[in-house]
C-alpha cells in the first residue's frame, strides 16, 4: 500500500510540474507577444512623426515655392517699396517700373528675379505691395570719397573715420546726367563697387566728369 502512495505522490507531483511548466511557457508566450506589439506600435508611431514631418516640410516649400513662383500678371497699381538695410530708399508703382523698363508684362517670378539680381530679397509680398530689401553696410578706406552709384545714377560718397559710405549732400546724386547702365558693364560694376576712391571731392568729380560728358 505504501508504495501505491508514493506513485501516487509522484504522479501528481509531475502533473503539477508539468502544469507549472505550462503555465511557464504560456506566460512566457503572453509575454513575447506582448513585446511584439508594444515594439509594432513604437514603429509605427516613430516612422509615423517622420512621415509627417517630411510630408509637413515638403507642404511648407511647396507653398513657398507657389507663392515665389506666381506667373499671374500684376496690377499696375501695386507698390514697390525698395528698403537698403532696413531704410526705404525708393516706393514706386508698377506701372512706373514697366515704364522706366520699357516692359509691358510682368509677373511675381519676375519681379522678385529682377530685384535679386541686385542684390535685393524679398521682406512682404502681397497683391497690392511687395518690399524688397537689400543689405549694404560697405567698409571701405576711411576719409575718402568714392564713385559710386544712386538709383542707377552717378554719385560721389564720402567715408566717415569708420569706413562707412554716405552721401553728403543731394547735389552728390546726378540725376540730371547719365545713368550709370550707359557705361561699359566692368566699369559698372567698378563704380557699384566703389572700386575708385579719392582723398578729396574734387578729384572725384573730375574723374567722374569723363564719365558724364
Same mark, same amino acid.
Given at each position: ?14 502533473? =503539477? ?18 513585446? !511584439? ?10 516612422? /509615423? ?15 513657398? #515655392? ?9 496690377? /499696375? ?8 538695410? +532696413?531704410?526705404?530708399? #525708393?516706393?514706386? #508703382? !508698377?506701372?512706373?517700373?514697366? !515704364?522706366?523698363?520699357?516692359? /509691358? ?13 541686385? $542684390? ?10 511687395? =518690399? ?15 564713385? +559710386?552709384?544712386?538709383? +542707377?545714377?552717378f554719385a560721389i560718397y564720402k567715408s566717415d573715420e569708420n569706413g562707412k559710405v554716405f552721401i553728403e549732400d543731394e547735389s552728390d546724386v546726378y540725376r540730371s546726367s547719365k545713368m550709370v547702365n550707359t557705361i561699359p558693364k566692368d566699369d559698372q560694376e567698378a563704380i557699384k563697387s566703389?572700386?575708385? $576712391?579719392?582723398? #578729396? ?8 566728369? $569723363?564719365?558724364?560728358?
Amino acid at each position: 500500500m505504501n508504495n501505491n502512495f508514493q506513485e501516487y505522490n509522484e504522479k501528481e507531483y509531475n502533473n =503539477v510540474e508539468k502544469k507549472e511548466k505550462k503555465k511557464s511557457i504560456r506566460n512566457k508566450v503572453t509575454l513575447f507577444i506582448v513585446l !511584439l506589439i508594444v515594439c509594432f506600435f513604437s514603429t509605427y508611431f516613430i516612422v /509615423d512623426r517622420l512621415t509627417n514631418s517630411k510630408h509637413k516640410d515638403v507642404s511648407d516649400n511647396q507653398s513657398k #515655392t507657389i507663392v515665389y513662383n506666381n506667373t499671374n500678371s500684376l496690377s /499696375d497699381d501695386m507698390k514697390i517699396i525698395l528698403k537698403v538695410d +532696413g531704410i526705404v530708399e #525708393t516706393s514706386e #508703382t !508698377l506701372k512706373e517700373f514697366k !515704364l522706366d523698363n520699357n516692359i /509691358d508684362n510682368v509677373n511675381e517670378q519676375f519681379l522678385i528675379d529682377y530685384y535679386a539680381s541686385k $542684390g535685393y530679397s524679398v521682406e512682404s509680398l502681397s497683391e497690392k505691395k511687395v =518690399v524688397l530689401n537689400k543689405d549694404e553696410e560697405v567698409i571701405l578706406e576711411p576719409n575718402k570719397y568714392y564713385l +559710386g552709384e544712386k538709383d +542707377g545714377y552717378f554719385a560721389i560718397y564720402k567715408s566717415d573715420e569708420n569706413g562707412k559710405v554716405f552721401i553728403e549732400d543731394e547735389s552728390d546724386v546726378y540725376r540730371s546726367s547719365k545713368m550709370v547702365n550707359t557705361i561699359p558693364k566692368d566699369d559698372q560694376e567698378a563704380i557699384k563697387s566703389f572700386k575708385f $576712391g579719392y582723398d #578729396t571731392k574734387d578729384e572725384a568729380k573730375e574723374i567722374l566728369s $569723363g564719365y558724364i560728358s
